[in-house]
């Protein structure tokens, strides 16, 4: 693949407007055509012949196709680079390199397969945070159905007092559910929410007690502070608590959830993430880089709207995806 | 981010410093730059790719460039092609006269369509024209009760559906033929989020299209999405051709790289982008500022506009006047304080100042309000005198008393009064500067304040001229002859 074309365009004439100039888009829908194929592509299909050499060009599909997985540049490069150095020019078993990028990604995340923590007596408190529209309250459904399905008892505590209607959607959940829900009027304190529900969960014997969080953008200070305030009041009530702080991501998300779960990470203590909405055609690669980094388990992944798509995560069958699925062209 | 882009690029071209001129193969270290800087923006790999290969093809032939600084030079081509490919936009909604304009909005879970709903509503409204919002997500729970409390909230009415299982396409039918008879001007349909590879769901948006006929569709894109942005954008096009994109979400540190991909792959033009949780949120999308974010640029066009907007502009002018005049004291740096403050959370006025990117990060674990009062604390404490020349007149024992006043340390009095003693001198400077020089001033002083060892140091003063030794002489003669003078009490 030419990145850096020089040959091409020379009919071009120089020296005008890029915008003046005919046919940019139409250049660029080619441009895009032509790559088309190569989205379609499986990861394995580039070595469907009989061996093949491990040249630059080869060296920058890959690269091109790790990097559509949204794992960054960088991861990319550090595992293009190890292919590279090991096979460069070479003619190559095609399942040898597979094996070695995938062996190099579970490397990665082998310190991520982690169940949820309980506590060792008393309830279980499981704080949710993550920023707008990442999938909380649907995921805590998801877990509250995980915790119900075993007749564990559950309290949730509808802490999203700020975005319209957000307690009215868990409580319909709850109501669906089966769980007990604690919540607040629009717009109070959210930390004062977390801690009645706490209060009852403890009050009712209950086995969890799960706390939702406002959305927020790691960038909002004052709103991450409230989050650290969340976490204290709770540890008031159950010293040991919370044992779980989940960050919600979305699989779609790009290089953005690095920042999301250094910032989460730091104001509310993060102990695992859930990767949601990976039904999608989204691969969720960015988790590569985020484990590596932040060493954050993910401890579970969201498979749809429904209840019950929610699954402990799975660093082979993530991995396999990964590659199987990730130059998959949408319809 | 721009510092490190800007790092990596010089370090590329430091052989070629002086010569300047770029060819194809000098230029390949650069533009390898620029790409990891545009992927990790999560422009879409492909598009970053062809997006390269225009640049290369501009950047050299006859565009041979005699600047002294190729990396600049490159950014700025880069920046411009940017800009080229995401503009033109077009701020206007088309309004349809003599019956109701009908605006659809869609996009996957969670990009933030309801709000945008109500944020374009309340956009319209400011117009003078009617709205009427219609519920028409069936899908998530309570998402038609977060519509009717945001129309309570804009004092719009909103269609919701009657009895459970209803059908979206019927709701969106009876919303318009609703606005029709009660005579709306625009119709703003909320559809449910999906999956693009939901054929199902896509088919049934698609429905909607057919039956209903919107004027307008608009997509709703995350600021934060990645790679994907690209699949998504595209199978929306082909099941509804959409009219615009509103990018959400942008409030955040989002690159934001996904603006690119889905104007290339679509040839869909960004209309709004939303930055803020706050219904008023919604801003035109303007090609220049995205591209200088997606390269980690700042965004100075938007600070500059903002502060117009904000800023008292009649205390402007008399502070400006007192700057000119040499007066700058605690008070007005009180008073300046408390305007950047009403700009808004001072971590996102610092991200849209270039170079002041790194600022922000390190502003991140401080609470910068909570340091502010702790300043009007202290400035709060003094006596006029004192806020007035607050080097020259306080001493020990007036510190031990400031101090105990604000409820502080002595020595964050003294901190206070060195930093501030450096900034006057600097605040003095910049009177009279146009912008550009400002911008640089402002850059000098971040530079000196993420310095940690340094203190923001009073700034040499200018001689006016350069004197010949013969000159200066002369002089030192005048002044011993003056002190003489003096002396002998003349």
Known sequence: MAIFGFGRGKDDAPGEKPAARPGILDRLKAGLAKTKQVLATDVRDLFKREGRLVDDAFLEELHGALVRTDMGPAAAAAIVGDVRDRQKSRVVDPEAVVDSIRRQLLARLETTAAPLASAAAGPTVILVTGVNGSGKTTSIAKLTRLFTRDGKKVVLGAGDTFRAAAVEQLAMWAERLGAEIVRGPAGSDPASVAHRAVARALEAGADVCIIDTAGRLQTQSNLMQELTKIRRVVTKLVPDAPHEVLLVIDATAGQNALSQAKGFREAAGCTGIVLAKLDGSARGGVIVPVTEQFGLPVKLVGLGEGADDLEPFSPERFVAALLDGALAAPA | ?490
Not at chain 2, 54 to 69: I, M, N, P
Not at chain 2, 271 to 298: D, N
Not at chain 2, 371 to 391: C, H, K, N, V, Y
Request: net charge neutral; aromatic share 2%.
């Open chain 2, 1 to 490: 981010m721009f510092e490190s882009l800007t790092a990596s690029l010089s370090a590329a071209f430091t052989t070629l410093r002086g010569r300047g001129r770029l060819t194809e193969s000098n230029m390949r270290e650069g533009l390898e730059s620029v790409r990891t800087a545009l992927l990790e923006a999560d422009v879409a790999y492909d598009v970053a790719e062809s997006f390269l290969d225009r640049v290369a093809t501009d950047a050299v032939g006859s565009k041979v460039l005699e600047s002294l600084d190729p990396a600049q030079q490159l950014v700025g081509i880069v920046h411009r092609e940017l800009v080229g490919l995401m503009g033109p936009v077009d701020h206007a909604i088309p309004f349809v006269p003599g019956r109701p304009t009908v605006l659809m909005l869609c996009g996957l879970q969670g990009s933030g369509k309801t709000t945008s709903c109500a944020k374009l509503a309340r956009r319209i409204k400011e117009q003078g024209r009617g709205v009427l919002l219609v519920a028409a997500d069936l899908q998530r729970p309570a998402a038609i009760e977060q519509l009717a409390i945001l129309g309570r909230q804009l004092d719009l009415p909103v269609h919701v559906p009657e009895g459970v299982g209803a059908d979206p396409v019927a709701v969106c039918a009876a919303g318009v033929a609703r606005a029709r008879r009660e005579g709306h001007a625009v119709v703003i349909l909320d559809t449910a989020g999906r999956l693009a590879i939901d054929e199902a769901l896509m088919a049934e948006l698609a429905r909607i299209d057919r039956t209903v006929g919107p004027d307008q569709v608009y997509l709703v894109v995350d600021a934060m999405t990645g790679q994907d942005a690209v699949r998504s954008a595209k199978a929306f096009n082909e099941a509804l051709e959409l009219d615009a994109v509103i990018m959400t979400k942008l409030d955040g540190d989002a690159r934001g790289g996904a603006a690119l991909s889905v104007k290339s792959v679509t040839g869909v033009p960004i209309k709004f982008i939303g930055t803020g949780e706050q219904i008023e949120a919604l801003e035109p999308f303007h090609p220049e500022r995205m591209a200088g974010r997606v390269l980690g640029m700042g965004d100075v066009v938007s600070l500059v506009e903002e502060a117009q907007r904000k800023f008292d502009q009649e205390e402007m002018r008399r502070q400006e006047e007192r700057l000119r005049e040499g007066e700058f004291n605690l008070d007005d740096f009180k008073k300046m304080l408390q305007q950047t403050r009403r700009l808004g959370p001072l971590g996102k006025v610092l991200g849209m100042i270039p170079g002041m990117g790194g600022m922000q990060e390190m502003l991140a674990g401080t609470d910068i309000d909570q340091d502010m009062r702790r300043l009007f604390g202290i400035i709060d404490s003094m006596t006029p005198a004192e806020r007035r020349q607050p080097a020259r007149v306080i001493d020990q024992s007036r510190r031990r008393r400031i101090a105990a006043g604000a409820g502080v340390e002595p020595a964050e009095v003294s901190d206070l009064v060195k930093q501030f003693d450096g900034m006057a001198a600097m605040m003095k400077g910049m009177a009279g500067l146009g912008l550009e020089d400002r911008v640089r001033q402002m850059q000098r002083l971040q530079g000196e304040l993420t310095n940690p060892a340094a203190r923001v140091a009073r700034p040499k003063g200018d001689t006016g001229k350069r004197l010949t030794a013969d000159e200066r002489r002369r002089q030192k003669k005048q002044r011993e002859k003056d002190a003489r003078r003096k002396k002998r009490g003349g």
